[in-house]
């Protein structure tokens, strides 16, 4: 066991740099309370997983006055098997916070009364962006979520009232979401 006894004032000397990330198993020294306790790397890096984001891949027809789930989702990044394909999903695995974005077009230059784009959690509204759809509005929500690891899971909407079928588009510059979590719970 190390103890203070057995330190040298000057055992942090600076003389050698760190030349890479250091591993999870590599040890560091620290005083808990005047008490020098050694802890592992992995405890105190930032990791910013899971993580998905997904684009538009290909034009979805929205109903009239129907909340309808985006199901023509491509993904990019899907660090941890979260983003579920089938489901139009992202179930997050691990309980944390988590900062979630969604993006979406309708691919119409048409004016009607409303439209918009939701952030569901549990097939519930959390977080949406509605306004007038004025030649080609492009709409985002983004928010910070409390979610409980698998139990819990995030989905994308769109709605429209337009009076007839409306298509979202299928340009990724303009539909994508992505979803990081920020901390642990």
């Known amino acids: 066991t190390v103890t203070n006894a057995k330190l040298a004032q000057d055992i942090i000397s600076g003389e050698t740099a760190l ?3 250091p591993a999870d198993t590599d040890e560091f020294l620290v005083s808990d309370a005047g008490t020098l306790k050694r802890v592992d790397y992995s405890y105190i890096k930032a990791v910013n997983t899971p993580a998905f ?21 491509a993904e990019d990044l899907d660090t941890d098997s979260a983003w579920d394909t089938s ?6 695995q691990e309980a944390g916070k988590y900062l979630i974005h969604v ?45 409980n690891g698998s139990s819990d ?8 009232e337009s009076g007839s079928d409306k298509d979202i588009t299928n340009d990724a510059a303009n539909r994508f ?4 979590k ?4």
Do not use: C
């Not at 489901?87 to 997050?92: A, D, I, Y």
């Not at 959690?121 to 979520?145: C, D, K, P």
């Not at 899971?153 to 429209?160: L, M, S």
């Not at 979401?177 to 990081?180: L, N, T």
């Open 19 to 21: 030349g890479a990330t």
């Open 53 to 73: 984001m997904i684009k538009a891949s290909a034009s979805q027809t929205i109903a009239n006055s129907t909340t309808t789930l985006i199901s023509t989702w």
């Open 87 to 92: 489901s139009h999903r992202f179930t997050p």
């Open 103 to 147: 993006t979406s077009q309708f691919s119409s230059g048409d004016d009607w009364d409303i439209s918009g784009v939701f952030i569901r959690v549990n097939g519930g509204e959390q977080g949406r962006a509605m306004a007038r759809n004025e030649y080609y509005l492009t709409q985002s929500v983004t928010r910070i979520f409390t979610l």
């Open 153 to 160: 899971y995030i989905d994308f909407a769109v709605r429209h």
């Open 177 to 180: 979401a992505w979803g990081i």
């Open 182 to 185: 920020l901390i642990g719970l």
